[in-house]
């Protein structure tokens, strides 16, 4: 992942072809076979979306970088039923975290 200046979002990689939103969800869920909870504060998840998708984003100086395209594909998987949403409280309150996230799973339908 290149590292940019924290205050523009710009591309984190340089490969990778535009894939369409069906073909985000559809990797967002394969990657929860092997960690079955994602949120966007997942900092390993966040990372291999955007290196995945080539996606834009912010680099942070801790915790997970900002990609507000994942995001929206989450919500996207959640609106079409393919995943699963819950809210969790964070007890971290420190400056920059949020006090909860969405965390979402796989819909066993």
């Given amino acids: 992942m290149k590292n940019k200046d924290s205050k523009t979002d710009k591309p984190c990689t340089l490969h990778g072809v535009k894939r369409s939103l069906l073909d985000k969800i559809a990797w967002v869920a394969d990657y929860m076979k092997k960690e079955k909870f994602v949120d966007v504060l997942n900092a390993e998840f966040v990372d291999a979306y955007i290196n995945e998708f080539s996606a834009m984003c912010r680099i942070t100086n801790y915790g997970a970088n900002k990609c507000p395209e994942l995001g929206k594909t989450l919500k996207a998987g959640y609106d079409n039923g ?28």
Wanted: aromatic letters at 14%; charged letters at 20%; a negative charge.
């Fill in 82 to 109: 393919t995943l699963e949403r819950g809210r969790v409280g964070l007890t971290c309150h420190e400056q920059g975290f949020p006090n909860w996230v969405y965390v979402y799973e796989l819909n066993c339908i």
